[in-house]
């Protein structure tokens, strides 16, 4: 199983970027039916999809970051980017990247690694 690492949080104030890296151990698309999604998870909150990109490159936003956010693929570097921009409070959290396929009994996703923090702070 490809094993995906976060990296990239920090700290940053409201309006300003970050950009996460998810690298893999692998080639993270070779399984065609396979995605790539970032989540995040504040604090008492429940994790929630942020977005996703398929090996084909299609690619889908949670409504609260469309327009502010950006997922790639470097597929050369088994890497998958999120671009954040015009960070807000509601932005911060415990950012996770992870795989995930549709399967007969739902959604599987592979093994939740440690994640990367993004704080938005004045």
């Known amino acids: 199983q490809v094993q995906l690492v976060e990296s990239g949080g920090g700290l940053v104030q409201p309006g300003g970027s970050l950009r996460l890296s998810c690298a893999a151990s692998?080639?993270?698309?070779?399984?065609?039916?396979?995605?790539v999604g970032w989540f995040r998870q504040a604090p008492e909150k429940r994790r929630e999809r942020v977005a996703t990109i398929t090996g084909g490159g299609l690619t889908n936003y949670a409504d609260s970051v469309k327009g502010r956010f950006t997922i790639s693929a470097d597929n050369a570097e088994n890497t998958v980017y999120l671009q954040m921009n015009s960070l807000q409070f509601e932005d911060a959290g415990l950012y996770y990247c992870?795989?995930?396929?549709?399967?007969?009994?739902?959604?599987?996703?592979?093994?939740w690694g440690q994640g990367t923090q993004v704080t938005v702070s004045s």
């Open positions: 992870n795989s995930f396929r549709p399967t007969i009994n739902g959604i599987e996703y592979g093994d």
């Open positions: 692998g080639n993270i698309f070779s399984n065609i039916a396979v995605a």
